[in-house]
């Protein structure tokens, strides 16, 4: 059994895609936790990594129902490159910024169209509170910029692996 078959096969259980589900809830736990117990409130490219990590809520949970079909895994996989792309440019955009290489303007509006008003919708998640600047360390002097653009970059490389797979699998 070669390791894209292992993958395949993996990408068809309920377990691969319920880790996603966690992944994302726990991203969104440490968010949260950061802001109301550490009181460190959220910038802009911080909701739009909340946003992110709820798309890849969304994008699991479809597939715990659609997991057994060969096209709905490819546009999963296709979905979640596009999702880990993003968060790949928000991450690099945050560190230039936390680190000043990236000179730019961080406002205060996510720049979504009216009607979807997410940060009215749902505040105390998606309503940022202060402008982009730094980041707080997470551990060992790492900071969440940091970590973030390292998490984007596997997830990257993992999603495009996932596609290959799917794109490889003979079952459909």
Same mark, same amino acid.
């Given at each position: 059994?070669? @390791? ?21 809830? $726990?991203?969104? =736990? ?8 550490? +009181?460190?409130?959220?910038? @802009? ?22 997991? $057994? ?26 560190? =230039? ?17 009216? *009607?979807?008003?997410? +940060? ?28 973030? $653009?390292?998490?984007?970059? @596997? ?5 495009? *692996? ?11």
């Amino acid at each position: 059994m070669t @390791i894209n078959s292992t993958l395949q096969q993996w990408m068809q259980g309920k377990l691969f895609w319920t880790a996603f589900i966690l992944l994302g809830v $726990s991203m969104e =736990g440490v968010a949260l936790f950061y802001q109301y117990v550490l +009181d460190e409130p959220p910038c @802009i490219l911080c909701i739009h990594f909340r946003l992110l990590f709820a798309v890849i809520i969304i994008i699991a949970l479809k597939m715990l129902w659609l997991r $057994s079909y060969k096209f709905s895994r490819i546009v999963a996989s296709l979905s979640l490159l596009a999702v880990s792309g993003v968060m790949a440019e928000r991450s690099y955009q945050l560190l =230039g910024t936390e680190r000043r290489f990236i000179l730019g303007e961080c406002s205060m509006d996510l720049g979504f169209p009216a *009607w979807l008003a997410v +940060d009215k919708w749902v505040p105390w998640l998606f309503q940022p509170l202060t402008s982009c600047g730094y980041t707080p360390e997470i551990v060992f002097g790492i900071t969440m910029a940091e970590a973030l $653009s390292v998490f984007s970059i @596997i997830m990257v490389l993992f999603t495009a *692996w996932m596609l290959f797979a799917s794109l490889k699998s003979t079952n459909y």
